[in-house]
């Protein structure tokens, strides 16, 4: 299991690096939900910013479920809370 901040985010990046995006952001939040119950089990609170042109034509709905499906067993264990934005390129124009 991936204890460390940065060995989650790392991890997190490559598992990401399947919906091909020009930008990636991810923030650990942890440190806002001390003594969270969330927190207590050893999963982190996470903002990420994610641009992708695999997001073109899908709604939000789908955006998430396709980072969701990335992110894989971290959504089990390491991952507790995700705030996601997720843009296509142009979205950002």
């Given at each position: 299991?991936i ?35 969330g ?10 910013l ?15 479920r ?25 979205e950002?124009?």
């Amino acid at each position: 299991m991936i204890c460390s901040t940065a060995d989650r985010i790392g991890q997190m990046n490559a598992l990401l690096e399947v919906l091909q995006p020009t930008q990636v952001e991810i923030v650990d939040d942890s440190h806002k939900h001390a003594g969270h119950v969330g927190a207590r089990g050893g999963g982190g609170h996470y903002h990420l910013l994610i641009v992708s042109n695999q997001f073109d034509g899908k709604p939000t709905v789908s955006r998430h479920r396709m980072i969701y499906t990335a992110l894989g067993e971290m959504m089990k264990h390491d991952i507790h809370a995700l705030a996601i934005v997720a843009h296509t390129p142009e979205e950002l124009n």
